[in-house]
C-alpha cells in the first residue's frame, strides 16, 4: 500500500516562493506518473501539476504554469513543487498523489496534505 506524507508548507508572502515534498513509501515509486493537487475552502480538489514517471514530461494548470515546477527523484521517492511568485489564490491545502498523467485524474491513496497560506 502506497502512503504519501506532503512537507513543506507554511505562511508565506505575495510574491515569495515554497518548495512542497512528497515522500512515497511502500509502492514502485518510479513506476507511476505524480501529481499535485489543492483544495481550498469550498471549493473541490483541483489539478496543479503532474509528472511522468520517468521525469520527462510535465503538464500544469493554467492558473501556475510559469510560476510552479514540478520535479522528482526517484531514487529517493519523492516529488517536489517549486511555487514562485505565490499568490492569495494559491492558499490552499496542497496534496500529491499518483497520477494517470494523460487524464489528470488521481489516483488514491491520499496523503494528509500540507497548508499554504499567502498573505497579501
Known amino acids: 500500500q502506497v502512503q504519501l506524507v506532503e512537507s513543506g508548507g507554511g505562511l508565506a508572502q505575495t510574491g515569495a516562493s515554497l518548495r512542497l515534498s512528497c515522500a512515497a513509501s511502500g509502492g514502485t515509486f518510479s513506476g507511476y506518473s505524480m501529481g499535485w493537487f489543492r483544495q481550498s475552502p469550498g471549493k473541490e480538489r483541483e489539478f496543479v501539476a503532474a509528472?511522468?514517471?520517468?521525469?520527462?514530461?510535465?503538464s500544469y494548470a493554467d492558473s501556475v504554469k510559469g510560476r510552479f515546477t514540478i520535479s522528482r527523484d526517484n531514487a529517493k521517492n519523492t516529488v517536489y513543487l517549486q511555487m514562485n511568485d505565490l499568490k492569495p489564490e494559491d492558499a490552499a491545502v496542497y496534496y500529491c498523489a499518483r497520477i494517470a498523467y494523460i487524464t489528470r485524474a488521481p489516483i488514491g491513496p491520499w496523503g494528509q496534505g500540507t497548508q499554504v497560506t499567502v498573505s497579501s
Open positions: 509528472i511522468r514517471r520517468t521525469g520527462d514530461s510535465t
